[in-house]
């Protein structure tokens, strides 16, 4: 499957961005979906993650209350829904899939075996 990610850009802090993931190639909906972010000299952290069908989420303390991640299987699409975003936050946002992920709570990234180009989200202060 391959990833195109999208929605990054420059905004303030408070205020609040969506990204988009869009997959090809393979059958979106046999793929678990999640996001990931890396700070410069920073390890890949974990944002979120998504069931096949959607019904179940997962996310890391640092995005949990703030952010919101959905898939849209017709339109084989991830978003986050980033809100009250802060400097910290800064970061290039990646969406990753996998079909064979287990738990949600999977916050290794050399589980996760298919990943997009990232893109980037800029919090001034």
């Known amino acids: 499957v391959q990833l195109q990610a999208s929605g990054g850009g420059l905004v303030q802090a408070g205020g609040s961005l969506r990204l988009s993931c869009a997959a090809s190639?393979?059958?979106?909906?046999?793929?678990?979906m999640g996001w990931f972010r890396q700070a410069p000299g920073k390890e890949r952290e974990y944002v979120a993650a998504i069931s096949w069908g959607g019904g179940s989420t997962y996310y890391a303390d640092s995005s949990k209350g703030r952010f919101t991640i959905w898939r849209d299987n017709a339109k084989s699409t991830v978003y986050l829904q980033m809100n009250t975003l802060g400097p910290e936050d800064t970061a290039i946002y990646y969406c990753?899939?996998?079909?064979?992920?287990?738990?949600?709570?999977?916050?290794?990234?050399?589980?996760?075996?298919?990943w997009g180009q990232g893109t980037q989200v800029t919090v001034s202060s």
């Open positions: 190639g393979r059958t979106f909906r046999n793929y678990v």
């Open positions: 990753a899939a996998d079909p064979y992920i287990k738990s949600l709570a999977t916050s290794d990234p050399t589980a996760w075996n298919h």
